[in-house]
C-alpha cells in the first residue's frame, strides 16, 4: 500500500475504425478487458491478443458483434466471469448464435465456447457497482441499444469512463445516456460521428411516417430495411407513436428479439408504447406470408439493415419492380454493402447482376449514436482535466475530435492506434 500504481491502457482493436473493439484495463497483476469484438464487414477479423490468465475479468457494454463477437474466444478452458446488463448477455446469445450460422466456418470458437460464455455471466444493473480484481466497476446508462452501458472504472485513485457506443438523445426507445459521471481522470470517447450532425429527431420521424403514409394509401408496399436489435423496435415505436394506422409487419431474427426485450420492461423509456408497437405488428415466420405482405399495402421492417442476407433481400426483389413501392434505408450503409449500392445508384444485384429500381428509395437518419454537437458538449461539461482517447471511428473523425479536444478545451487527447498503449 501507499504509493499509487499507474494505470495501462491498451487498445486492442475498435481503434481508427468501427468494429473489433476492444480495450484492456492493467493495473500491477491485475488486468480487465472492456469489449472484444469483431470486424464483421470484412471477414472476420478480432481484436489483438490477451491470454485469459492476464484477466480477472471481461466487461461486456451491449450486445452488437462490434463489441460482443470475439468474447467466446476465452473460454475454451477458463473461466473468467464475464459482467453485462442481463439483457445484453440475452441477446448477445442471440447475435453470436447467428453470427455462428452465418460465418461458422471461419470463425475460432463453435457452439460450446458460446455456451460457455453465458454459463459466466454475471448480471449486473445500472447504477451498481462491483469489483473485478483491483478495479471498481459502476454501469450508467448509455441509450445505445436495450441494455447497452457505459463504464465508470475506479482504480488507484483515478476514474476512468469507457462510453462504449452511446447517444445522448432519448429515442422513442431508450432514455438518453447517464453523464452523471463526477470528477474524471480519462474517458475513452465513441467517435461514430465526431464529425458528422444528425439532422433533428422529432422533425426526422415525422418527415418518415408521411412518407411511409403516402406510399402506404397510394398503395403500395414499403420496405424498412432495419437490424433486429434496437433499430427494428425504434421504427416500429416511431410509427406507434405518431398513430401509423396501416399494417405493419416484422421479419426476422426480430420476433425473438422481441420476445426477450418484452421481458425487460426497466430498460426502456416507455414501455407501454414498446408493447403496443410489437403487439400491433404482425410477425411473420414463413414464406407463404412473406409472399402475401408484399402483394398489400402495408410497411415491412425486415433484417438485414444493409441488405446483406435476411429476409429484406427477398423482399427488395419483390418491392424493387413497382414505381408505387418504396424502400426507406433507417440505418447507415457501409460502402460496398447491398443498401449502399441501392442508395447511390439506385439498383440492386438480382442473380448476382445489378437491376434497376423502379420503387423510391429514400434514408431516413434514425441513428443510435451521439452526433458531433452532442459529443462536443459532453466533452465541454467534463469535469477534472481529464486525458481524451477517442476510438470506434472512421481515422479521420477520431484525428479530428482528439484535435478539437487539445484546441477547444485544452485537454490531453489521442486517437490511439491498435496496441497502442498509455500510462494514466
Ligand atoms: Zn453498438
Ligand atoms: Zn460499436
Not at 443498401?339 to 444485384?349: A, F, H, S, W
Not at 442473380?351 to 431516413?364: D, R
Not at 441513428?367 to 481524451?388: D, F, Y
Request: glycine content about 8%; overall charge negative; charged content about 25%.
Amino acid at each position: 500500500m501507499g504509493k499509487l500504481e499507474s494505470i495501462k491502457i491498451r487498445f486492442l482493436g475498435g481503434v481508427r475504425e468501427v468494429g473489433r473493439s476492444a480495450v484492456v484495463l492493467n493495473s500491477e497483476h491485475s488486468g480487465v478487458l472492456l469489449d472484444y469484438g469483431v470486424q464483421v464487414d470484412r471477414d472476420p477479423d478480432f481484436p489483438l491478443h490477451i491470454p485469459p490468465k492476464d484477466l480477472d475479468g471481461i466487461i461486456l457494454t451491449h450486445a452488437h458483434l462490434d463489441h460482443s463477437g470475439g468474447i467466446p474466444i476465452f473460454y475454451f478452458r477458463s473461466k473468467l466471469p464475464l459482467y453485462s446488463t442481463e439483457l445484453t448477455l440475452r441477446l448477445s446469445k442471440i447475435l453470436i448464435n447467428d453470427f455462428l450460422k452465418l460465418a461458422g466456418y471461419y470463425l475460432p470458437y463453435e457452439h460450446p465456447e458460446l455456451e460457455a460464455m453465458v454459463d459466466n455471466g454475471i448480471f449486473v444493473e445500472y447504477g451498481e457497482t462491483f469489483q473485478v480484481g483491483k478495479f471498481r466497476v459502476k454501469f450508467l446508462e448509455a441509450g445505445h441499444i436495450p441494455g447497452s452501458a457505459q463504464l465508470l472504472v475506479e482504480v488507484d485513485g483515478k476514474k476512468i469512463v469507457y462510453t462504449s457506443d452511446l447517444n445522448v438523445l432519448e429515442t422513442r426507445l431508450l432514455k438518453g445516456a447517464d453523464l452523471d459521471y463526477g470528477e474524471i481522470s480519462a474517458i475513452i470517447l465513441e467517435s461514430t460521428y465526431a464529425v458528422e450532425d444528425h439532422p433533428d429527431r422529432l422533425e426526422m420521424e415525422k418527415l418518415f411516417v408521411g412518407r411511409v403514409r403516402e406510399v402506404v394509401e397510394a398503395g403500395g408496399t414499403v420496405l424498412v430495411p432495419a437490424f433486429s436489435v434496437g433499430r427494428s423496435q425504434e421504427v416500429l415505436c416511431v410509427l406507434e407513436a405518431h398513430g401509423f394506422e396501416y399494417s405493419v409487419f416484422m421479419d426476422g431474427m426480430a420476433l425473438e428479439v422481441n420476445e426477450i426485450m418484452l421481458q425487460h420492461p426497466l430498460y426502456f423509456r416507455d414501455y407501454a408504447l414498446l408493447r403496443r408497437a410489437l403487439e400491433k405488428a404482425r410477425w411473420i415466420t414463413q414464406w407463404r406470408e412473406r409472399r402475401e405482405a408484399v402483394r398489400q399495402p402495408c410497411v415491412i421492417v425486415s433484417p438485414a439493415g444493409m441488405l446483406k442476407g435476411g429476409a429484406a433481400a427477398f423482399y427488395v426483389e419483390k418491392v424493387a419492380k413497382e414505381k408505387r413501392n418504396a424502400i426507406f434505408l433507417v440505418s447507415y450503409q457501409i460502402p460496398g454493402t447491398p443498401g449502399r449500392v441501392l442508395l447511390e445508384q439506385r439498383k440492386i444485384y438480382s442473380n448476382g447482376k445489378l437491376k434497376p429500381v423502379e420503387a423510391e428509395v429514400e434514408k431516413f437518419s434514425f441513428s443510435s449514436h451521439s452526433g458531433s454537437k452532442e459529443l462536443k458538449t459532453l466533452l465541454k461539461t467534463l469535469q477534472g482535466n481529464p486525458v481524451v482517447y477517442t476510438v470506434h471511428g472512421e481515422d479521420e473523425s477520431c484525428q479530428a475530435l482528439a484535435r478539437w479536444v487539445e484546441e477547444e478545451l485544452g485537454f490531453k487527447a489521442y486517437a490511439p492506434k491498435p496496441g497502442e498503449i498509455f500510462e494514466l
